[in-house]
């Protein structure tokens, strides 16, 4: 169809071209007749190669000076150089089309180029992303038969070593209770680590639909739920007016308590002070807890976030290094982000969005 095309434009600036070249032998000199060449370069603009335009160009260069030649003589009064002054603009008028119409070719193919190149990006960018969520989906899969499968024999493996611990503690030598207290301890941190990996794995799997939660009562649950950590800590949590948001209820459960956890968790010499508050901005809530712990080095902002990244041994601080990447991953799946500012010895400050979709503060 495109080749057809062309050859029918190509029929038309040949016919085109006859035509103006028998005008000009027919008019007299002085008369600027050269210059409707211009036409057939314009022609040339949908022929496909920029040969065609520059052909056009030197056919209708040959013709207006042939046409100099061969046209009747210029009227009386008509000097000379009034003559080639016609023709010398013709020739200009032809060239200048040339350029145009092949700068305005180059315009369109480099657009083209351009075009063809960004559906090509977007084409890989959804193939890489496809694959992405392939992988991701293969990982998550993985991570969660791997931690359902391990659960029984990692069950039977607890149950027998706190059995030889009840059983045969006093009396077996101390080296004997010493390891036999190794493996019970052992196998109830593989079982959190595994119920954890577990949690981590299924946060967008098995996450309930979004609804209506209230915030001041999710925390007033991990009051409830932390109470024991709080009377022994001597641990004061205080929040501000806390709105209710769209969300998944256990998820936002999880992430209060994983916060303020740590916050009980990772204090100083001074019983903890913790402040939960939250603040509407640009469409979001911002949410803060608030610590007098013993802070993080700001080279470890990012670190922390990460699965299995712990910045103190387990003998310090308890704990699978796990909770901080399922705060991360459920404010992720709610839409928001995750970010920390502490510095060593002065708290830390960690925050998180979810964006206000249909949410409101109840006041």
């Not at 210059?35 to 040959?62: D, E, M, N, Q, R």
């Not at 992988?135 to 027998?160: C, G, I, T, W």
């Not at 007033?220 to 109470?227: D, E, T, Y």
Request: glycine fraction near 8%; hydrophobic fraction near 40%.
């Amino acid at each position: 169809m495109k080749q057809n095309g062309a050859k029918q434009f190509i029929l038309y600036s040949i016919l085109v071209t006859i035509g103006i070249f028998i005008f000009d032998l027919l008019t007299p000199l002085g008369i600027a007749g050269g210059v409707p060449y211009a036409a057939v370069v314009l022609i040339s603009f949908y022929l496909p190669k920029y040969s065609h335009t520059v052909i056009a160009g030197i056919v209708g260069s040959i013709l207006t000076i042939l046409g100099f030649f061969l046209s009747p003589p210029a009227p009386p009064g008509i000097k000379l150089w009034i003559v080639l002054v016609n023709r010398s603009l013709a020739l200009f008028v032809i060239w200048s089309g040339v350029i145009f119409v092949t700068k305005y070719k180059q315009a369109i193919e480099q657009r083209r180029k351009a075009e063809d190149a960004f559906k090509q990006a977007n084409k890989d960018l959804k193939k890489y992303t496809d694959e992405l969520k392939r992988s991701n989906s293969e990982l998550e899969q993985f991570a969660y038969v791997a931690s359902h499968d391990l659960q029984e024999p990692l069950r039977m493996v607890s149950s027998f070593t706190q059995l030889l611990s009840k059983r045969y503690k006093d009396k077996l030598d101390t080296d004997a209770n010493e390891f036999i207290s190794y493996a019970v301890e052992g196998a109830n941190r593989m079982q959190r680590l595994i119920n954890d990996l577990l949690s981590y794995s299924r946060i967008n799997t098995k996450g309930r639909p979004f609804e209506e939660t209230d915030c001041g009562e999710i925390l007033g649950h991990v009051r409830a739920n932390l109470h024991v950590a709080i009377e022994k800590s001597g641990a004061l949590i205080t929040n501000d007016h806390l709105p209710i948001v769209m969300g998944d209820a256990s998820q936002l459960m999880r992430l209060f308590q994983n916060l303020v956890d740590n916050a009980i968790k990772f204090s100083d010499k001074e019983a903890p002070r913790i402040h939960v508050s939250a603040e509407a901005k640009d469409n979001e809530w911002v949410f803060s807890v608030r610590d007098n712990g013993i802070g993080i080095d700001p080279q470890y902002h990012e670190r922390i976030f990460l699965i299995f990244q712990r910045l103190h041994g387990k003998e310090e601080y308890p704990g699978t290094g796990i909770g901080l990447a399922i705060c991360k991953r459920i404010v992720e799946r709610h839409g928001g982000k995750t970010w920390v500012e502490s510095e060593p010895q002065k708290g830390s400050a960690f925050y998180f969005t979810i964006p206000i979709r249909g949410g409101k503060s109840d006041e």
